[in-house]
């Protein structure tokens, strides 16, 4: 059972943008005229298509053709405006795919045509190929021992005629040739024979990696008076990016001119252990030119001394493009550079796109790497010997790059989206790098090594949206460097953090408040500014309209501290609140130059209470410290207050004086706790000083209990007079 792939069933057409051609046409035309040719609804002919054929809403139509057209597809429906494209001399036969033959061909199974006949189907079984019925021109097969080339082949009916055949050796002359009858044909090189006789080549012998990743001349990243990205000049010419001159699906090609001297436009291609010296290299290109004998493609090595070269056939000067070819062309055993491209002679000019450079004797007579392209400018997928990816007008857009690099660009040349296969200077494997690459214009950085995103910009959260902050994890904003949060004043923008159970909010609301907030009514997350093994060096808090603090359990009970200044004074007050009422302290200095500690209701500060006393409350002086509240017995300090005695006699100063032995005074008198422990007796007395203003402290307090002692043994001897007077009910 013999099987065969199913073919093209229904055509269907496709804009620019990949999209079904609805509403569009096809157009069929003689060759080379602008003359509809007739096309069909069927496969039998019996009824005719319109043309321009429109198409249906999904691009198709139902097209037959009967021999070679110049078929043109349209945008509108009656084939009027510029076509999209145009495809030349499209050959087809209605019988195509319908043959049956099998087993022997023989030459009335050949179709007849115009100029060249078509085998169908072909299985040649027994190593042979029947020619029945032939006449003529092959018995003028010439016999010798060599094989020459065969120039050109014309098919008619049950007849090959070869024309310009030469020394072809013992080719049997009979009307039914085999192979066996073929013999000694030695080596016989593909690339011989001639290109007449169609795409014989062995395929293992055409090179398939293109070498020029530029091929179809659409990337001047230097701009269009430079060479195009990746070509180098030689000699004396002027070039250009041209868009008017240039193939069909083509979107610029290379213009040169030369003045002065001959030069050229080539791709360098250095040899190393994959493309070693000595290589076969081949290339082809489409090649324009307006004067004949000009303009041609050359392939050449150099050593850095010596040139080998090969050129293909000069262009026509036709003003047409044409397909050169250079097959075959040998490497140097120790060439280190090979160079393909286009040769114009002095005073001409040329253009060159769709150049292939590959390994191997044959070039390929199609343009290697496949793209897609759109109507604006050259757009699709590319491959070459640094990228892969999609191009798009001046260069890349989004490909992998040869270092491993995943790359987003626009069409300014600016990175979008990088990632880093390998390390690349500040840059490591694994890092992401988003948005521009200039600092000061916006990107996002991720950090691979320390596990961080670096911003560099502002990070805006819209409407509802939140940013979660979750345990172990961390924002770091460098210098100049925003996080902004933007929403209603029902929705706020958020920075939440969470650890455990507990979640923490900071929103600003549209009143013009920003708030830190817990969810939830636990009391159960502390605020820390720093920690007792990592405090901050100062803490500074500054406001334009006051500083509050809260220890709030419920409106009953809490504790507050405000800060607030004015054009006519500044204080801080302390509000206590306690089974609902609060008193409030206020400290603070008022326009009339005095400072003030008072309440601010009731005109009551209480300092201290009967469980709970001061012990002593000092104020200063410009003088000294005097002590307004004093509840040591200070009388018993004076009393215990004694001479200083030496060898069992009083020591008096230089007016005749006790002096006051001063280590017998309490501590809080005199210095000498902050004396050195070492010292003698004398020493520590010589150096011990009384405190003057306590010892006026002193003298005021004992003089006050003194006072009230005296006033107290009156009162009592007062009380008991009068008690006695009673008892006896006399006067006193």
């Given at each position: 059972m013999?099987?065969?792939?199913m073919?093209?069933?229904?055509?269907?057409?496709?804009?620019?943008?990949?999209?079904?051609?609805?509403?569009?046409?096809?157009?069929?035309?003689?060759?080379?005229?602008?003359?509809?040719?007739?096309i069909?609804?069927?496969?039998?002919?019996?009824?005719?298509?319109?043309?321009?054929?429109?198409?249906?809403?999904?691009?198709?139509?139902?097209?037959w053709?009967?021999?070679?057209?110049?078929i043109?597809?349209?945008?509108?429906?009656d084939?009027?405006?510029?076509?999209?494209?145009?495809?030349?001399?499209?050959?087809?036969?209605?019988?195509?795919?319908?043959?049956e033959y099998?087993g022997?061909?023989?030459?009335?199974?050949?179709?007849?045509?115009?100029?060249y006949?078509?085998v169908?189907l072909?299985?040649?079984?027994?190593?042979?190929?029947?020619?029945s019925?032939?006449?003529?021109?092959?018995?003028?097969?010439?016999?010798?021992?060599?094989?020459?080339?065969?120039?050109?082949?014309?098919?008619?009916?049950?007849?090959?005629?070869?024309?310009?055949?030469?020394?072809?050796?013992?080719?049997?002359?009979?009307?039914?040739?085999?192979?066996?009858?073929i013999?000694?044909?030695?080596?016989?090189?593909?690339?011989?024979?001639?290109?007449?006789?169609?795409?014989?080549?062995?395929?293992?012998?055409?090179?398939?990696?293109?070498?020029v990743?530029?091929?179809?001349?659409?990337?001047?990243?230097?701009?269009?008076?430079?060479?195009?990205?990746?070509f180098?000049?030689?000699?004396?010419?002027?070039?250009?990016?041209e868009?008017?001159?240039?193939p069909?699906g083509?979107?610029?090609?290379?213009?040169?001119?030369?003045?002065?001297?001959?030069?050229?436009?080539?791709?360098?291609?250095?040899?190393?252990?994959l493309t070693?010296?000595?290589?076969?290299?081949?290339?082809s290109?489409?090649?324009y030119?307006?004067?004949?004998?000009?303009?041609?493609i050359?392939l050449?090595d150099?050593d850095g001394?010596?040139?080998?070269?090969?050129?293909s056939?000069?262009?026509?000067?036709d003003?047409?493009w044409?397909?050169?070819?250079?097959?075959?062309f040998?490497?140097?055993?120790?060439?280190?550079?090979?160079?393909?491209?286009?040769?114009?002679?002095?005073?001409?000019?040329?253009?060159?796109t769709?150049?292939?450079?590959?390994?191997g004797?044959?070039?390929?007579?199609?343009?290697?790497?496949?793209?897609?392209?759109?109507?604006?400018?050259?757009?699709?997928?590319q491959?070459?010997?640094?990228?892969?990816?999609?191009y798009?007008?001046?260069?890349?857009?989004?490909?992998l790059?040869?270092?491993g690099?995943?790359?987003?660009r626009?069409?300014?040349?600016?990175?979008?989206f990088?990632?880093?296969?390998?390390?690349?200077?500040?840059?490591?494997?694994?890092?992401?790098?988003?948005g521009?690459?200039?600092?000061g214009?916006?990107?996002i950085?991720?950090?691979?090594?320390?596990?961080?995103?670096?911003?560099?910009?502002?990070?805006?959260?819209?409407?509802?949206?939140?940013?979660?902050?979750?345990?172990?994890?961390?924002?770091?904003?460098?210098?100049?460097?925003?996080?902004?949060?933007?929403?209603?004043?029902?929705?706020?923008?958020?920075?939440?953090?969470?650890?455990?159970?507990?979640?923490?909010?900071?929103?600003?609301n549209e009143?013009?408040?920003?708030t830190?907030?817990?969810?939830?009514?636990?009391?159960?997350?502390?605020?820390?500014?720093?920690?007792?093994?990592k405090?901050?060096?100062?803490?500074?808090?500054?406001?334009?309209?006051?500083?509050?603090l809260?220890?709030?359990?419920?409106?009953?009970y809490?504790?507050?501290?405000?800060?607030?200044?004015?054009?006519?004074?500044?204080?801080?007050?302390?509000?206590?609140t306690?089974g609902?009422?609060?008193?409030?302290?206020?400290?603070?200095?008022?326009?009339g130059?005095?400072?003030?500690?008072?309440?601010?209701v009731?005109?009551?500060?209480d300092?201290?209470?009967?469980?709970?006393?001061w012990?002593?409350?000092?104020?200063?002086?410009?003088?000294?410290?005097?002590?307004i509240?004093?509840?040591?017995?200070?009388?018993?300090?004076?009393?215990s207050?004694?001479?200083?005695?030496?060898d069992?006699k009083?020591?008096r100063?230089?007016?005749?004086f006790?002096?006051?032995?001063?280590?017998?005074?309490?501590?809080?008198?005199?210095?000498?706790?902050?004396?050195?422990?070492?010292?003698?007796?004398?020493?520590?007395?010589?150096?011990?000083?009384?405190?003057?203003g306590?010892?006026?402290?002193?003298?005021?307090?004992?003089?006050?209990?003194?006072n009230?002692?005296?006033?107290?043994?009156y009162?009592?001897?007062?009380?008991?007079?009068?008690?006695?007077?009673?008892a006896?009910?006399?006067?006193y």
């Amino acid at each position: 059972m013999a099987l065969s792939l199913m073919p093209l069933i229904k055509p269907q057409f496709f804009d620019d943008n990949g999209l079904p051609l609805s509403g569009g046409s096809v157009a069929c035309f003689d060759p080379g005229t602008s003359d509809y040719k007739t096309i069909y609804t069927s496969q039998d002919g019996s009824v005719e298509q319109s043309n321009p054929c429109p198409l249906d809403s999904a691009g198709r139509a139902e097209i037959w053709l009967d021999g070679y057209y110049d078929i043109a597809v349209y945008s509108s429906s009656d084939g009027s405006g510029d076509p999209l494209y145009t495809v030349l001399n499209v050959a087809y036969s209605p019988e195509a795919g319908t043959s049956e033959y099998s087993g022997t061909l023989t030459m009335d199974d050949i179709l007849e045509g115009d100029e060249y006949g078509r085998v169908l189907l072909t299985s040649i079984s027994a190593g042979k190929i029947l020619l029945s019925e032939c006449s003529g021109s092959l018995d003028d097969i010439a016999e010798g021992e060599t094989y020459g080339l065969i120039a050109k082949t014309y098919i008619t009916a049950g007849q090959i005629t070869i024309e310009g055949v030469n020394g072809l050796g013992l080719m049997a002359l009979k009307d039914s040739v085999t192979l066996s009858d073929i013999s000694d044909l030695g080596d016989l090189d593909i690339g011989d024979i001639s290109e007449e006789l169609g795409a014989l080549a062995a395929l293992d012998e055409v090179g398939m990696r293109n070498f020029v990743y530029n091929c179809f001349t659409s990337m001047w990243s230097s701009g269009t008076s430079s060479a195009p990205d990746g070509f180098v000049t030689n000699g004396s010419v002027t070039i250009s990016r041209e868009s008017t001159i240039r193939p069909n699906g083509i979107s610029y090609t290379a213009k040169l001119v030369a003045n002065g001297s001959d030069g050229g436009l080539y791709w360098n291609t250095t040899l190393n252990d994959l493309t070693p010296a000595g290589s076969l290299f081949s290339m082809s290109a489409w090649v324009y030119a307006t004067a004949a004998a000009k303009v041609r493609i050359r392939l050449y090595d150099t050593d850095g001394v010596n040139i080998t070269e090969k050129l293909s056939s000069d262009h026509p000067g036709d003003s047409a493009w044409h397909l050169l070819t250079i097959d075959n062309f040998e490497s140097q055993a120790d060439a280190t550079n090979v160079y393909a491209g286009l040769e114009v002679d002095d005073g001409a000019t040329g253009y060159i796109t769709c150049v292939t450079k590959v390994i191997g004797p044959r070039a390929p007579r199609y343009i290697l790497p496949a793209a897609f392209y759109g109507s604006s400018g050259a757009s699709g997928f590319q491959v070459t010997s640094n990228s892969l990816g999609f191009y798009k007008n001046s260069g890349f857009r989004t490909y992998l790059d040869s270092s491993g690099n995943f790359i987003c660009r626009t069409a300014a040349g600016s990175t979008s989206f990088r990632y880093y296969g390998t390390d690349s200077g500040i840059y490591n494997e694994g890092d992401v790098f988003i948005g521009s690459s200039t600092v000061g214009q916006g990107s996002i950085y991720w950090d691979q090594d320390n596990k961080r995103f670096d911003l560099d910009g502002t990070l805006r959260l819209i409407s509802g949206g939140d940013l979660n902050i979750l345990s172990g994890g961390g924002i770091s904003v460098s210098s100049g460097g925003d996080i902004t949060l933007t929403g209603a004043a029902s929705n706020p923008g958020k920075v939440i953090w969470k650890a455990g159970t507990s979640t923490i909010s900071a929103y600003a609301n549209e009143g013009s408040q920003f708030t830190i907030t817990p969810d939830g009514s636990t009391y159960n997350v502390y605020l820390n500014i720093g920690t007792a093994t990592k405090p901050f060096g100062g803490l500074a808090l500054h406001s334009k309209s006051g500083i509050y603090l809260s220890e709030y359990h419920d409106t009953n009970y809490a504790m507050a501290m405000a800060l607030s200044a004015t054009g006519s004074a500044s204080y801080v007050d302390l509000t206590s609140t306690y089974g609902g009422t609060s008193r409030i302290v206020r400290y603070g200095y008022y326009s009339g130059g005095n400072w003030s500690l008072r309440p601010t209701v009731d005109n009551v500060v209480d300092l201290g209470e009967n469980a709970t006393a001061w012990k002593n409350l000092y104020y200063y002086t410009a003088y000294d410290k005097c002590s307004i509240l004093d509840d040591l017995n200070d009388l018993d300090v004076i009393k215990s207050i004694r001479p200083l005695e030496r060898d069992g006699k009083v020591v008096r100063d230089d007016f005749g004086f006790p002096k006051m032995d001063l280590v017998a005074l309490p501590d809080y008198l005199t210095n000498k706790n902050f004396l050195p422990e070492d010292l003698s007796d004398d020493e520590r007395h010589d150096r011990t000083f009384r405190n003057p203003g306590m010892m006026l402290d002193l003298a005021i307090g004992g003089i006050k209990q003194l006072n009230a002692k005296v006033d107290t043994q009156y009162n009592n001897l007062v009380h008991r007079l009068e008690a006695l007077e009673s008892a006896q009910g006399k006067n006193y």
